[in-house]
């Protein structure tokens, strides 16, 4: 049951990073920052999290899994603290290309980390008697989650604006936490 759990609570997590707030938006909030040309920008940020993933698969073979979930907890936690940050406070108006510089950052430090950790821990979390059915309800709470987002940031946004990005880098805080104590 316990991992069972942190397979739940692991794909809920990869949702509540924030990845699908930027592939999702990523047009409508280049935009809000002032780039003519978001959808341009929406291709770099899918090229950048296309190659990354390689980076990843490296990075999982050597550094571990649990280390690489952790390096990218404090990464993104980092980026969504600056991307926040810029935008409440409206650094971009200036400087447009900040915001997208940090979302770039952002996307190359998820999918070398836990676009592909996470799933590479749900191979290996569970005895083969009960692999199928608590792979089937983690990769539930994954779509669950993924859908939540797509579904209320429009809302959330539209009414908190940049402060959003504070909402996914406490869910990274506690992310940290969360792999630390409970994914070995």
Not at 44 to 72: D, M, P, Q, W
Not at 84 to 103: E, N, R, V
Not at 106 to 125: N, P
């Amino acid at each position: 049951f316990e991992r069972v759990i942190v397979g739940v609570m692991l794909q809920a997590l990869q949702q509540l990073t924030g990845d699908n707030y930027f592939f999702y938006y990523s047009t409508t909030i280049f935009k809000s920052v002032g780039l003519n040309d978001s959808f341009q920008t929406s291709i770099i940020i899918g090229v950048i999290n296309f190659a990354s993933t390689f980076v990843g698969i490296y990075a999982i073979e050597k550094l571990g899994r649990r280390h690489c979930l952790l390096i990218g907890s404090v990464a993104m936690s980092i980026c969504f603290l600056i991307y926040s940050l810029i935008g409440t406070q409206h650094l971009y108006i200036d400087k447009p290309g900040g915001a997208s510089f940090i979302t770039a950052l952002y996307v190359f430090f998820f999918a070398s980390t836990w676009a592909g950790g996470v799933y590479s821990i749900m191979s290996e979390l569970y005895p083969l008697k009960v692999r199928s059915k608590a792979m089937g309800i983690a990769s539930a709470s994954n779509w669950l989650w993924g859908f939540l987002i797509s579904f209320f940031t429009s809302f959330i946004t539209d009414a908190i604006h940049f402060y959003y990005g504070f909402v996914f880098m406490g869910c990274l805080v506690f992310s940290i936490f969360f792999v630390y104590f409970m994914v070995y």
